[in-house]
């Protein structure tokens, strides 16, 4: 599931000189009894399964969001390590399934199982990362991270594989590459999913100013 950005944001390329201003707007808000409710690209607008993570509008924090279940919010029901996990957008994003979700506390990245009530640990970034980017796969098997970190990281940024049986960690594979990012307030490397194994992302040769398309069996 890609995800949006709700805001205007300056944006800034890798290539350091060369920067691109975007605008993207979210118009799509439900009402959920009397509380008006801006719908986040986590949960599809369109989505009628029994949860979704929509953004809060009665927080005075900028990036808070809750957790609904068949229209009652539930936020309140979780775990505190998993609510403040939801004032982290940055690696927000519901399971295929809409019955678990992704969250970071500060840079430990885990699982809500939202029906089981469990936390699962999943790693942990370093206290220097710049940015990230989380995406489970079609089927909910395996997600993929990509960080950005420009002091520690040769390659600028780093990929994740991460193996799940019942959302429940298995293996963890990382590969050094240099994924294409963009930089505002934090830093967002591209890519996305083809399928259930394969991971396609944009790469940028800085000498050569030439961009490809690469896609890797994970």
Request: proline content about 4%; overall charge negative.
């Amino acid at each position: 599931m890609k995800k949006l950005i709700l805001a205007a944001l300056i944006l800034v390329t890798i290539t350091g000189c060369n920067s691109v201003t975007e605008t993207l707007e979210d118009e799509n808000v439900v009402e959920i009894g009397d509380r008006p409710l801006d719908e986040i690209p986590i949960s599809d607008p369109e989505n009628t399964d029994k949860y979704r993570i929509v953004m809060s509008t009665t927080s005075s924090m900028s990036d808070q969001y809750e957790l609904v279940e068949n229209d009652v919010f539930i936020t309140d029901q979780l775990p505190e390590e998993v609510q403040e996990g939801l004032n982290w957008p940055l690696a927000l994003e519901l399971s295929p399934n809409d019955d678990a979700f992704l969250y970071m506390n500060e840079w430990d990245l885990s699982i809500y199982d939202i029906e089981n009530k469990q936390i699962n640990p999943l790693m942990t970034f370093l206290d220097t990362t710049e940015g990230v980017n989380c995406q489970w796969n079609t089927v909910g098997t395996k997600i993929a991270c990509i960080s950005v970190n420009q002091q520690n990281y040769d390659s600028l940024t780093k990929i994740f594989v991460l193996d799940l049986k019942n959302k429940i960690l298995t293996n963890k594979k990382e590969f050094s590459e240099t994924v294409q990012y963009v930089c505002g307030a934090s830093c967002y490397p591209e890519f996305w999913w083809e399928g259930e194994t394969t991971l396609a992302y944009p790469t940028h040769n800085m000498i050569e100013a030439v961009q490809t398309i690469v896609s890797k069996q994970v």
